[in-house]
């Protein structure tokens, strides 16, 4: 979800500044990892470790409208294999996407919702499925706030935004 914000940042970033009015629409592909452990995420056997590596395509979209609101997109899937401190392999999934947008009342302050998903399956005991659907609020540069409707598995602290078993 990290990588969500900064992308998002870069992409407002852009239209704020007045360079489009829509800007975006093309994907991204880039390398993707993680490693994750029974200490941060408390549906994993104790002592586990797991470590994956993939690849991910995001796509950014922003618009704004004749009334100066601007509405930003994301969809990012990522996808690889791991393997667990005993040898076990796995294939992960993640997908997030989120829409949100200002409004001429509160220019720069953006609302909208976030869906996020990330499974882990193989023949090993780290099997995972976590996921949410959260209203979010965000300026994209100081505050990223979470309201969850749904979570599932522990994906992450919705306090602190701390990853638990939701690595990526």
């Known amino acids: 979800m990290k990588r969500i914000a900064i992308a998002a940042v870069a992409l407002v970033t852009l239209v704020l500044a007045g360079s489009a009015?829509?800007?975006?629409?093309?994907?991204?592909?880039?390398?993707?990892?993680?490693?994750l452990t029974s200490e941060t995420c408390p549906n994993l056997p104790p002592g586990t470790t797991v470590t994956g590596t993939g690849v991910g395509t995001s796509v950014d979209r922003a618009v704004t409208d004749q009334n100066g609101v601007t509405t930003v997109m994301n969809t990012t899937h990522e996808f690889g294999t791991a393997t667990d401190q005993d040898g076990?392999?796995?294939v992960f999934q993640y997908a997030n996407s989120f829409r949100v947008?200002?409004?001429?009342a509160n220019p720069?302050?953006?609302?909208?919702?976030?869906t996020d998903h990330f499974s882990l399956s193989?023949?090993?005991?780290?099997?995972?499925?976590?996921?949410?659907?959260?209203?979010?609020?965000?300026?994209?540069?100081?505050f990223f706030t979470f309201d969850p409707i749904?979570?599932?598995?522990?994906?992450?602290?919705?306090?602190?935004?701390?990853?638990?078993?939701d690595p990526l």
């Open 122 to 142: 193989g023949p090993g005991p780290a099997t995972l499925s976590n996921g949410f659907v959260a209203n979010i609020s965000t300026d994209f540069f100081s």
């Open 101 to 104: 947008s200002d409004s001429a």
């Open 108 to 114: 720069g302050v953006f609302n909208g919702q976030m």
């Open 21 to 35: 009015a829509a800007a975006g629409g093309k994907p991204t592909t880039f390398d993707t990892g993680f490693t």
């Open 150 to 165: 749904a979570s599932h598995g522990d994906p992450l602290d919705f306090a602190t935004g701390e990853e638990l078993c």
């Open 88 to 90: 076990n392999t796995y």
